[in-house]
């Protein structure tokens, strides 16, 4: 049971490019979110799920697009990268009260 | 709307101590979750104590206990014997418990930085 993971670990992107954060869970689990944090600030939501086929935007969703395809699977993508979207990205699923979150992706836009 | 307010941006406490970090929050969802989370400098988040709104008692795991004054709209941890890996990022939350929208997904407090000292 790997719980919550994600890849990659760290990215380096140019302004303007576009790329795809991965997430997957093999628990099972219908709700599943993708935050930001940004130094010095919690977590802040950008997309969720309650299940496969089904997402809505969070407090921050501009310049982010996700899909649901999976239960297991729920990718993040940059459209076109911009440095106010440097921050670290965390992914989460959850089911009842507990959310287990991955162990985040450290993401610079230069 | 969910808000969270931690008004502690850093904390001290001597290694065995307790210490008590304060979170006080604001919603109009009638039946809502709070929680605490750690973040050592590695960077994860550990998950560390829940407490229903409609919960009669505090919520207590291990050394962690949450002080919950519902009339307060606040929802304290208190670490006992604090211990030098306790030094980290702590980071108070809630969720809404009625709907599917976004109010189901977590509200973050801006974090409150805990040093032990030895």
């Not at chain 1, 940059?78 to 287990?100: I, K, M, N």
């Not at chain 2, 850093?10 to 101590?17: I, L, N, P, R």
């Not at chain 2, 014997?81 to 939350?93: E, N, V």
Request: hydrophobic residues 30%; proline residues 4%.
């Amino acid at each position: 049971n790997a719980g919550v993971t994600q890849t990659p670990k760290f990215q380096v992107l140019k302004t303007g490019q576009s790329m795809t954060l991965q997430c997957a869970q093999d628990m099972n689990h219908e709700y599943m979110s993708w935050y930001r944090q940004d130094p010095g600030m919690g977590l802040r939501l950008i997309h969720y799920s309650v299940g496969a086929g089904i997402t809505d935007q969070g407090e921050v969703p501009n310049g982010y697009n996700v899909s649901r395809s999976t239960t297991e699977d729920f990718p993040l993508r940059l459209l076109s990268a911009a440095p106010s979207q440097t921050s670290v990205y965390f992914c989460a699923s959850s089911r009842g009260h507990e959310q287990y979150f991955g162990p985040g992706t450290r993401l610079t836009v230069t | 709307a969910q808000k969270i307010t931690q008004t502690q941006p850093g904390m001290f406490v001597q290694e065995k101590e307790a210490v008590t970090l304060d979170c006080t929050y604001d919603t109009s969802d009638p039946s809502y979750g709070l929680f605490w989370y750690k973040q050592p400098s590695s960077g994860e988040m550990i998950f560390l104590i829940y407490q229903g709104s409609y919960d009669q008692q505090n919520a207590t795991e291990g050394r962690y206990s949450l002080n919950f004054q519902k009339a307060r709209k606040s929802a304290n941890l208190v670490i006992s014997a604090s211990q030098l890996g306790d030094s980290a990022m702590y980071f108070c939350a809630m969720r809404g418990h009625q709907g599917s929208g976004s109010a189901r997904q977590l509200t973050f407090g801006s974090g409150t930085q805990l040093t032990v000292l030895p």
